[in-house]
């Protein structure tokens, strides 16, 4: 199973679990693609698997605009069923890729394995980046613009740091460049990146081992891992292909040329071999017309705030001193299905900071209050997670769920609520636990426990079974 298609079996367990979407989505999906609707996350993965992807990115078309209203507004797809749409239309272009690659007999796939360049005839970046990804099994994640229409792979390192960073030789720069990508969320990459390679000028690019083990974070993070994706025919430092050789074996980072870089490159047979796969050509007469109808903009992220009709599932309180905190938890939520509210994403400039507030607290089911000392003490924060226990006062609905990610005492009323305890947690078992507690599910353990009490003395074995 490639990483993509690891992916979007997460993406319907998540939305299985959600039992009136997925009833909902399911139905639609048997309506477009045929058959009945699918009984679990299981049975739908093998239908997209089983149909011919062609069929698959047609009918997806179909499914949103059925699900999501004919004309709606992009957005109007609950999150959860946005993520899983948009997964199944990346799993059903890698498969077309792959199909066409095979019946032209395109060596890209067997470059990638032997740690080579990828050569791609496209001028994309989007389609280019889905080959490589398909090529490679790196996975891709896509943003779409919301003001430009446009959607790019944010996964896909373009240039090197800048010469006034001076960094020491073409190693150098390819490995602070990866590093300023681990480091800045995705949606901060356009300022983001560039104060963070400033701080590793400033304080030394990492040992090769810690920028792997940040890589392979990055990697579980966002379900792909970063590449190279070059279009320019000038002079790269990747053009040495030993350097290449060691990103793509001992830190798994692939680099791919397209464009004019793969223009001078290509030999003529392989260019005619990949005219006739004809893929940017395919895959672009799918992606932006899918990706613009799934995808919220980014300039609907602060419109919810205005979208008295929407509603979304968490809003997160916190106190500044613990931003990461909470950046980190409605990154975990989002990325399981749901849809959140943060100020740090959703609070933009010209806003009224108290009316936005308001709104969001109108406008979410619950609320996630970020517990830590400085929580505590801030008295703005109090009115947060006191509107969510006034909306609830018994507990019924589960509106107020506290997190806890630093020691701090709770007394009066916010300690008779249970609250999700993150205290001293690595990043996976944290994950897990805020995931298990918010979905209000049974934790019945999967094994039998242990029994607590001690065998009497006296006990004689139990008699084996006499038959045979």
């Known amino acids: 199973m490639t990483r993509l298609q690891q992916t979007l079996r997460q993406r319907l367990d998540a939305l299985y679990r959600q039992p009136a979407l997925w009833s909902t989505f399911a139905q639609a999906w048997a309506d477009e693609c045929g058959g009945e609707p699918a009984a679990d996350a299981g049975a739908l993965l093998d239908d997209c698997l089983q149909q011919e992807p062609l069929d698959i990115l047609e009918g997806l078309l179909a499914v949103a605009a059925q699900l999501g209203g004919r004309g709606a507004a992009p957005g109007a797809l609950p999150e959860v069923v946005r993520r899983?749409?948009?997964?199944?239309?990346?799993?059903?272009?890698?498969r077309r890729i792959h199909q066409r690659l095979a019946a032209q007999q395109i060596a890209a796939a067997a470059a990638a394995?032997?740690?080579?360049e990828i050569l791609i005839d496209a001028s994309e970046q989007l389609a280019a980046a889905l080959i490589a990804a398909a090529c490679c099994r790196n996975g891709v994640r896509i943003h779409f613009d919301g003001q430009t229409r446009r959607a790019e792979a944010v996964n896909v390192v373009r240039d090197l740091p800048p010469q006034e960073l001076d960094f020491l030789g073409p190693r150098e720069c390819v490995k602070a460049e990866l590093q300023a990508l681990v480091k800045t969320p995705l949606d901060d990459l356009a300022t983001g990146k560039a104060r963070a390679l400033h701080d590793i000028r400033q304080y030394g690019v990492a040992s090769d081992d810690v920028l792997l083990a940040q890589l392979r974070r990055?990697?579980?993070?966002?379900d792909c891992r970063p590449m190279f994706g070059l279009d320019s025919a000038g002079a790269h430092p990747l053009d040495d292909a030993a350097l290449r050789q060691e990103l793509a074996g001992y830190f798994e980072v692939a680099t791919f040329h397209y464009g004019d870089a793969a223009a001078r490159r290509l030999a003529d047979a392989d260019r005619a071999a990949w005219q006739r796969a004809n893929l940017q050509a395919d895959l672009m007469s799918y992606l932006p017309a899918l990706l613009a109808q799934l995808s919220a903009p980014q300039a609907a992220a602060g419109a919810r705030l205005q979208n008295t009709a929407s509603k979304c599932d968490f809003f997160i309180s916190y106190n500044k001193a613990d931003k990461e905190w909470a950046e980190w938890i409605a990154w975990q939520v989002e990325d399981a299905g749901y849809s959140t509210l943060i100020q740090a994403w959703d609070f933009h400039a010209g806003g009224n900071f108290v009316l936005d507030m308001d709104r969001a607290m109108k406008q979410t089911e619950r609320t996630i209050a970020v517990l830590s000392p400085d929580y505590l003490a801030a008295g703005?924060?109090?009115?947060?997670?006191?509107?969510?226990?006034?909306?609830?006062?018994?507990?019924?609905?589960?509106?107020?769920?506290?997190v806890r990610v630093a020691h701090c005492e709770l007394d009066g009323?916010?300690?008779a609520v249970t609250h999700v305890d993150?205290?001293?947690?690595?990043?996976?078992?944290?994950?897990?636990?805020?995931?298990?507690?918010?979905?209000?599910?049974?934790?019945?353990?999967?094994?039998?426990?242990?029994?607590?009490?001690?065998?009497?003395?006296?006990?004689?074995?139990?008699?084996?079974f006499p038959g045979s």
């Open 84 to 94: 899983v749409a948009i997964d199944i239309c990346l799993v059903a272009c890698e």
């Open 113 to 116: 394995a032997a740690s080579e």
């Open 218 to 222: 990055y990697a579980r993070t966002n």
């Open 380 to 402: 703005y924060t109090q009115p947060e997670w006191a509107a969510a226990l006034l909306r609830d006062p018994a507990g019924a609905q589960r509106r107020l769920i506290p």
């Open 413 to 415: 009323l916010l300690a």
């Open 422 to 464: 993150l205290v001293g947690l690595d990043q996976a078992p944290a994950r897990k636990t805020l995931l298990e507690r918010i979905s209000g599910e049974r934790l019945k353990p999967s094994r039998e426990p242990r029994f607590p009490g001690a065998a009497s003395p006296s006990a004689r074995p139990e008699p084996s």
